[in-house]
């Protein structure tokens, strides 16, 4: 049967998706003149908030599924028609990446419209790595890999929150030097740089996790559809 999601993991994706929505303004914030100063040096008790990005994740819930519907489906078939267990992992692995760039397309066209949609800047970096993150702890997780999912969100999780933290931490008498390499970055990348980086990270771990687990016959022998 399919796991339910534990609350530790919940409220690492609610951290990441409310990064997404404030992240960038307030780490542009905090760069500036402090957490009530706007990028562009007015006070207003406000900073921008990024709302396309959470909107196309939101919007792309749909796709996610279909796709790991169709990763669970595809799967069993291949699994019944497979003679040898290395024959399965072979053919399920270009399914596996197949499925993980058909989402990473949806997201980035429900991305590019709500960006047109909402007039904001576009964040393709950070969010197509955020989506990626989400949809590869899903597809684990519904196959009963959880561990793996967990310690990669709470990574994400703690890499965003340092980063805040640091350059807060820094205005602080004789601290300034805690936030030099967030700040280096941050003059180098750009604010967006931090999630991209976290989740971006994290993704890749889990893929790789992710082509040597979910290519296993055991991962689809009993799993039940994830949609």
């Known amino acids: 049967a399919r796991p339910a999601v534990t609350r530790p993991t919940a409220t690492r994706t609610c951290w990441l998706l409310a990064y997404a929505l404030i992240g960038d303004g307030l780490l542009q914030a905090a760069v500036t003149a402090g957490p009530d100063a706007l990028p562009n040096g007015t006070a207003d008790g406000l900073w921008p908030l990024t709302t396309a990005p ?3 994740l939101a919007l792309s819930c749909a796709p996610a599924a279909w796709c790991a ?3 669970a489906v595809r799967a069993r078939r291949k699994l019944s028609a497979s003679r040898a267990l290395e024959d399965f992992a072979t053919s399920v692995k270009p399914l596996l ?7 990473l397309g949806a997201l980035t066209a429900l991305l590019a419209l709500t960006t047109t949609a909402l007039d904001e800047p576009a964040a393709y970096p950070q969010t197509l790595a955020l989506g990626a993150l989400l949809l590869l702890s899903r597809l684990l997780a519904t196959h009963g890999f959880t561990h793996a999912p967990a310690l990669v969100l709470t990574a994400a999780v703690t890499a965003e929150a340092t980063a805040l933290t640091t350059l807060f931490t820094a205005r602080l008498p004789g601290c300034a030097w805690l936030a030099t390499p967030v700040q ?3 003059d180098a990348w750009g604010p967006a740089a931090i999630p991209t980086i976290a989740c971006g ?3 890749l771990t889990l893929l790789l996790h992710a082509t040597r687990t979910l290519t296993r016959a055991s991962a689809h022998a009993t799993a039940d559809q994830p949609c």
């Open 97 to 103: 990446l197949g499925t993980f760039a058909l989402y």
């Open 54 to 56: 959470v909107l196309a």
């Open 201 to 203: 990270t994290g993704a």
């Open 184 to 186: 280096s970055l941050i």
């Open 69 to 71: 519907h169709l990763l």
